[in-house]
């Protein structure tokens, strides 16, 4: 079985001088607005005005209750806040404007939202709603990619599969780095299939670019589909093989020079003149890049992280829960993305197989290998990566599962004469029908009913579905309808309950409560990470559905708008010492504590001073003014030394030190952090003041 390719039209003749524009074939070129509207030529017409309509409805659906979530994660949101104040801290991605410390991801992720805050001001729209557009350009680049090949029902299919996604629906209303990456990696397979048609360069140099700007979001994760899509392109892509190495060599420049620039900006930068690097120990962003950020996300050796130094803790999985083929299946996070992956494995099998035959440079089977080798890469290293690893990661595999669903389903629609193709569509909604059962099984309190209507009527379109090439198209319609429905009933459920929850904090996972339980040390299933168990300090119990996540729109400085997802009552809120002892969240900032922060502010570089970033940041949130992050996101990074901190101290730029907060005192992790040092001395040195439940040590009033 094999596709029909479609024609290489040749390039267009251009007009005599004074002849009206055209478009291919001689017709007059169409106005703007309706080539927007109407689309190709070749499209149905109802095509581009369903495509349009469904990206208003992902961004209105994106965009609903998005103020639920606040600040969301205070720690970017903290640098993003610094970002509009100061183009300093906007280009090195500082926590604070005075740049003490960065956070510890380059900056690429901050600078859309600075910007919109710069504009718009401080508040959760004006961060979040960037995230929104990158979800909706997300969906808009899948539809454009799968349509350049297959049919417009293909590429809608994409998009809904991809924007129900939980998971997705979590991440792009969210402050986090993921939600740009996965557009830059969907953009970057883009590109690659475009030059894969006719073996442009300048296609696979913008795929290069692609990937640069996405290792400015989160570093080396931005490589993961390298491999892949360099295999694909040397061995599928049209020309001789030695211009098609040429290519990928000058895709590679393109790769450093894209991402090169900034990283080679902050390595030449004089250390004196810019803020600490946050999550080094050296104060390297490389040593950062290769080390917490790189290498020790696989093999668990990450100085400075929580439990750095020895993630792995046997029995087939870390702190961070089970490792294994089976870990985009488990209950710790299955119900983010795993709804559409046995579909998308399967699909990916069958579409191979169509395409097995097919010449060479045959763009159907490049773009299913395209597509399928990016999720087959990313999937294994999540699933075997020892490091930290959070559910909310899997939002990377969203696109690759959706583009190889729509492909996969059209492929086999189209060829269902053929009892092998319509069997393996059959038992594909079957299955992910099954699983679907499985996965709203584990909650089995939310809409209880529908794990049975779905098992029992996709188990009933994938028998039509499988027989639809022997029945007529009405019935055969029906199964389809039924089988698409039941397919993504499922994470649909999952998706409105995400939209209507508020999500804040350090992790955060989609769905209702209890849907992705983070096993404890050793994986163990069913429960709920105990952080703190054998660590200094000890640690405190995180909520079920978000470890350590705050109230919904607990801004600091404002009252809750909502409650959490997951949220137990009693469970520990903002500012009261957070999940992790004020690791995961900050505190909820009182009127009476801002006003003391806020107090003089502008006569110091620094209105106060915090163990931990997200502690650090609750207050500048609050205030407006700069609070410098002790030890950074950990507590551990060795930034400031004691000595630093006193020759602060003595020069009078820090006002207030901020008791409690952080992890990291005593090097955690394996750290050089110098935080507990710093807070001995500053108690040991300086007069308590308590307001409320906070504690404060003015820096300016030394003990007698």
């Known amino acids: 079985m094999t596709l029909p390719s479609h024609p290489t039209e040749a390039p267009p003749v251009p007009p005599p001088p004074g002849a009206p524009a055209t478009q291919g074939h001689g017709r007059p070129e169409r106005p703007p607005l309706t080539r927007i509207w109407r689309g190709r030529d070749d499209d149905p017409r109802w095509a581009r005005p369903a495509f349009l309509g469904l990206l208003l409805v992902v961004g209105l659906a994106y965009l609903w209750n998005l103020s639920a979530s606040g600040y969301a994660n205070s720690f970017y949101s903290a640098a993003v806040q610094a970002g509009s104040q100061s183009w300093k801290a906007m280009f ?38 960037p995230q929104v557009l990158m979800g909706v350009a997300t969906a808009g680049v899948l539809y454009a990619a799968v349509r350049r090949r297959f049919s417009a029902a293909a590429g809608l299919l994409t998009v809904a599969a991809f924007a129900l996604m939980p998971v997705a629906a979590l991440m792009f209303r969210f402050n986090n780095p993921d939600a740009l990456l996965a557009l830059l990696m969907t953009v970057t397979v883009y590109c690659v299939l475009r030059a894969m048609e006719n073996g442009r360069t300048k296609w696979l140099v913008w795929a290069g670019v692609a990937v640069g700007l996405a290792f400015l979001a989160k570093t080396l994760q931005a490589f993961l589909i390298l491999p892949p899509l360099a295999v694909l392109y040397a061995v599928f892509a049209p020309g001789r093989p030695l211009r098609r190495i040429g290519q990928l060599l000058l895709s590679g420049l393109a790769t450093v020079v894209a991402g090169g620039w900034w990283v080679a900006a902050v390595e030449l930068w004089p250390a004196s003149s810019r803020p600490y690097i946050g999550g080094s120990q050296n104060n390297s962003f490389l040593e950062l890049t290769f080390g917490y950020n790189g290498l020790g996300r696989i093999n668990g050796e990450e100085t400075g992280s929580v439990g750095g130094g020895g993630g792995r803790t046997g029995g087939g999985g870390s702190m961070w829960g089970r490792t294994g083929i089976d870990r985009m299946f488990n209950s710790e996070v299955g119900g983010q993305i795993s709804w559409l992956l046995p579909a998308a494995l399967l699909l990916l099998v069958a579409g191979i197989v169509v395409t097995w035959k097919a010449r060479r440079t045959d763009t159907a089977r490049a773009a299913f290998l395209a597509w399928g080798g990016s999720l087959v890469m990313t999937t294994v290293v999540f699933s075997f990566m020892a490091g930290i690893f959070h559910q909310y990661y899997t939002v990377a595999l969203a696109p690759y599962a959706a583009a190889l669903v729509g492909m996969g389903a059209s492929v086999l629609w189209e060829e269902r004469a053929r009892f092998t ?31 049975w209507v779905i098992l029992v009527g996709g188990v009933a379109a994938g028998l039509g579905l499988a027989l639809a090439g022997r029945i007529n198209r009405q019935l055969a319609l029906g199964a389809a309808g039924l089988g698409l429905v039941t397919a993504l009933a499922g994470p649909a459920a999952y998706t409105a309950s995400t939209l209507g929850t508020g999500h804040s904090g350090s992790i955060v996972t989609a769905g209702p409560a209890g849907a992705s339980m983070m096993g404890g040390p050793g994986g163990g299933r069913g429960g709920v990470v105990r952080f703190g168990e054998g660590m200094p300090g000890g640690g405190m119990r995180p909520p079920v559905g978000g470890m350590g996540q705050p109230p919904a729109g607990g801004m600091p400085g404002r009252p809750p708008t909502g409650q959490n997802q997951g949220q137990k009552a009693g469970a520990p809120r903002m500012g009261e010492r957070g999940g992790m002892g004020g690791l995961l969240n900050g505190a909820q900032v009182s009127a009476e504590a801002k006003a003391l922060v806020g107090k003089n502010a502008d006569d110091y570089t620094w209105a106060a001073a915090a163990i931990g970033s997200q502690n650090a940041a609750s207050y500048q949130l609050s205030t407006g003014k700069p609070v410098m992050a002790i030890g950074g996101f950990n507590g551990s990074d060795p930034s400031p030394t004691l000595a630093q901190f006193k020759r602060y101290v003595g020069d009078g730029k820090i006002h207030y030190f901020i008791g409690g907060g952080g992890m990291g005192g005593g090097g955690m992790g394996g750290g050089s952090g110098s935080a507990s040092t710093i807070q001995s001395w500053v108690e040991k040195n300086y007069t308590k003041v308590t307001v409320g439940s906070a504690t404060f040590y003015d820096l300016t009033k030394p003990k007698a």
């Open 92 to 129: 090195f991605g500082s926590l604070d404007s005075a740049n003490a410390i960065t956070v510890d991801k380059p900056p690429a992720s901050l600078w859309p939202m600075a910007l919109s805050v710069r504009m718009f001001g401080l508040g959760s729209w004006a961060i979040l709603v």
């Open 421 to 451: 193709a319509s069997a393996t569509l059959g038992v594909t909604v079957a299955v992910t029908a099954v699983w679907s059962y499985v996965l709203l099984n584990r909650t089995p309190d939310y809409v209880p009913w529908l794990r």
